[in-house]
């Protein structure tokens, strides 16, 4: 890997106000407070708002951002929205930003990696910063699952959460955020998760064809569980570094049960990772920003330290980002 160039300077997130518990989901279909958090870690998740779409989210996360840092976004050169539940097929989420604050001079792209949507996205901002194409690049991270969620189906509903996250990357010369990265994709289990879109076919199997997210959870389990663990070991390796010297791992927050297997397996402590499941769910796109910002609110994210990012999902993608946290403390 390149020796980078590109430095995170700004983080926001957002998330819709109203709150989904297990205690209302147990009004919607048979299941329990007990039970969901047994086997999942989750207590509550956000839903956005009737008439409040990802592009809605994003707007606010990217205002919460620019609040917080004081930073100016009118000389943006690219907007990057990794998300699976865009307003539109066309015109892209990023193009809506771009419209919102009038951005005169930025390209504008959606990108589509579901849960490892906002790694990828770091991962193209830093090549094209590192490589001379652009200077600053806005990385959003963004959804609204539950527009796409069915309430009827208790092996879902109690999953999927919405909300919306940003990073702001910038060119310097001195000092990098990014050290190194591990991508891939097992495209064979594309049909453990899936939303048909034109084709209700996939590999050959015909899919369920009814709108919502459809996932085979056993079998995602088993894939993230056998294949993160190798996926942080290669990243270290890249970087010559050992565990001891991580401050933070982020996964995905796609279950508190696959975390805990996943830290097990790959002997990083539980106590080392940040996660957002237990109050937002699986944001899909949204859940690493959402997991930084928990440890930017309680202090135990700062400036300087090691941060092993790793989405993982749909596709079925992978995305392993390792990275030295550049955004300033704020007072």
Known sequence: M??????????????PERILTNADLEKLVDTSDEWIVQRTGMRERRIAAEDQY???????????????????????EMIIVATSTPDYYFPSTASRIQAHFDIPNTGSMDI???????SYGLH????????????KVLVVGAETLSKITDYTDRTTC????????VALVEYD????????????????????????????????????????????????????VRSVPTGIERLLDKANMKKEDLDWF???????????????????????????????????????????????DD??????????????????????????WSVPDLK
């Open 54 to 76: 990802v592009s809605d989210l994003c707007i606010q996360a990217i205002t919460r951002m620019i609040n917080l840092y004081d930073v100016n976004i009118n000389d943006v």
């Open 112 to 118: 589509s990696a579901a849960c490892a949507g906002f």
């Open 299 to 324: 202090g135990r994210l700062r400036y300087g330290q090691h941060v092993l990012l790793y989405g993982f999902g749909g596709g079925l993608t992978y995305a392993g980002l390792l990275l030295k």
């Open 173 to 224: 010369e001195d000092e990098g955020s990014f050290l190194t990265s591990d991508i891939g994709t097992y495209g064979h289990g594309g049909a453990h998760l899936y939303r048909v879109g034109l084709s209700d076919h996939l590999n050959g199997e015909k899919l369920q064809d009814h709108g919502f997210i459809a996932q085979n959870g056993r079998e995602v389990y088993k894939w993230a």
């Open 250 to 296: 982020v996964p995905h927050s796609a279950n508190l049960r696959m975390i805990e297997s996943i830290c097990e397996r790959s002997t990083v402590p539980l106590e080392k990772t940040l996660t957002s499941v237990e109050l937002y769910g699986n944001t899909s796109a949204a859940s690493i920003p959402l997991a930084l910002q928990c440890g930017l």
């Open 158 to 165: 109690i999953l999927f959460g919405d909300g919306a996250g």
């Open 2 to 15: 390149l020796n980078s160039k590109a430095k995170l300077t700004a983080f926001g997130t957002y998330v």
């Open 124 to 135: 193209l901002a830093n090549g094209l910063i590192t490589g001379g194409l652009h200077r």
